[in-house]
């Protein structure tokens, strides 16, 4: 028996439930799965997670269930795919705990995976797919000691991200884009996010990090209008109200599934937007390495394609507040890199970009700025410059250091 773990699919509304459907699936007895339940609470601490409204949960809190649901159901295969997307670092780091527990029991793993740091010496067997085929094969020496030059050109993720080098981006002092004054959001009555004063430079590309469940999608949200909250949000010296920030904004969603409407990947770009100049699509399935897809139905495509076709339709709608959730979670290296790439093209075509992320190589390749959040409150918010990249890889090793010792 195998289970695959695909968390876009979900079929109970509360946390608790799902939990249990692949134990009741298999028609156990009711005490055998309070018991199976029980244990993948406890094994994979997911006990802030109980009792609570599947639609609540954050990108990375839901991956963190459909992992529980299949870990209950105790099956010998596990085919995981893409499991650390969405996921923070210290969650990254816990499931490569969870993946060693499993392997010690003698359970085959399999996984399908971009990022490659958490398995160095975990995975046996490295094997490198081109065009449908296995085209090698290497091992984790083999891939710490692989040339960055080779890597690279066959699209792989780094394998160590304390060796990830900072591109500081180029970016010119301006006037501030936006003010916010005390903008909080409330679900059930409960405050989870308070922001009392923020200030956007014009023209940054900023990463929006902190954990899971920390508040980063509510707040990309609230700023573009999608979202209910209260507080002021001034522009040129205005209040911008909700329908206006939905007007200038555009969102790439965690689940990009929910944006994909046509049937060709060139329609689904161009659709419903002012911009009419069919060559610059064409540029941008280009540079995303998506021309050969062009009349392709999006639904036919990979997750990254699909992720790459929605950043495509973000930028080719021109909009000036655009906000990524999560935009590299099912992307190669190459596709990281065509991504931070396009952040830097249309830097000055924006007034700001927001860049939802656990992705310490987007962030030290296409962001100017960085929002911290922690438990829907503003920590930090700083310039990356020679002064702060150190507090940045902080944010990023420090805590995988800790979650080893612990």
């Not at 795919?81 to 969405?86: R, V």
């Not at 610059?280 to 036919?300: G, I, T, V, Y």
Request: proline residues 3%; glycine residues 6%.
């Amino acid at each position: 028996m195998f289970f695959k773990i695909q968390p876009v699919s979900f079929f109970h509304i509360d946390t608790d439930g799902e939990l249990a459907f692949g134990c009741e699936n298999q028609a156990m007895e009711p005490e055998q799965i309070r018991r199976r339940v029980k244990k993948s609470v406890i094994d994979l601490h997911l006990e802030a997670l109980t009792g609570r409204n599947i639609f609540e949960l954050s990108g990375g809190e839901k991956q963190q269930i459909a992992c529980g649901s299949v870990y209950a159901a105790n099956p010998k295969v596990y085919v995981l795919d893409e499991p650390s997307s969405n996921l923070d670092v210290k969650a990254v780091l816990h499931l490569r705990q969870i993946l060693q527990r499993l392997k010690q029991e003698g359970n085959t793993i399999v996984i399908a995976e971009h990022r490659l740091y958490y398995l160095v010496e975990l995975a046996d067997r490295f094997v490198y797919m081109d065009n449908s085929t296995i085209a090698q094969c290497f091992s984790s020496k083999e891939l710490l000691q692989m040339p960055n030059e080779l890597r690279q050109a066959l699209g792989l993720r780094i394998p160590d991200l304390s060796k990830v080098e900072t591109t500081v981006s180029e970016y010119k002092e301006s006037n501030n884009a936006m003010e916010i004054t005390d903008l909080i959001c409330k679900r059930n009555k409960k405050e989870i996010l308070s922001v009392h004063r923020l200030s956007i430079p014009k023209h940054a590309v900023i990463a929006v990090i902190g954990k899971n469940g920390a508040g980063k999608s509510t707040f990309a949200e609230c700023i573009s209008g999608l979202q209910k909250c209260s507080g002021q949000i001034i522009t040129q010296g205005h209040l911008c109200k909700p329908k206006e920030r939905v007007r200038r904004s555009f969102l790439v969603m965690q689940d990009v599934n929910r944006q994909l409407f046509c049937d060709s990947v060139l329609e689904e770009i161009t659709m419903g937007s002012s911009n009419s100049n069919p060559d610059e699509a064409k540029e941008l399935l280009d540079l995303m390495n998506l021309s050969s897809l062009a009349d392709k139905h999006p639904a036919s495509l990979s997750g990254g394609q699909k992720q790459r076709v929605t950043i495509c339709a973000a930028i080719y709608a021109k909009k000036k507040w655009l906000f990524y959730d999560e935009p590299t979670s099912g992307l190669d290296y190459d596709g990281m890199q065509h991504f931070a790439d396009l952040l830097k093209m249309n830097q000055d075509k924006t007034e700001f970009s927001f860049v939802i992320t656990h992705d310490m190589e987007l962030v030290m390749s296409g962001c100017t700025h960085v929002l911290h959040l922690e438990k829907g409150k503003l920590k930090e918010f700083y310039r990356i410059d020679g002064s702060t990249q150190t507090r940045l890889r902080q944010f990023f090793l420090c805590e995988e250091r800790e979650e080893i010792v612990n």
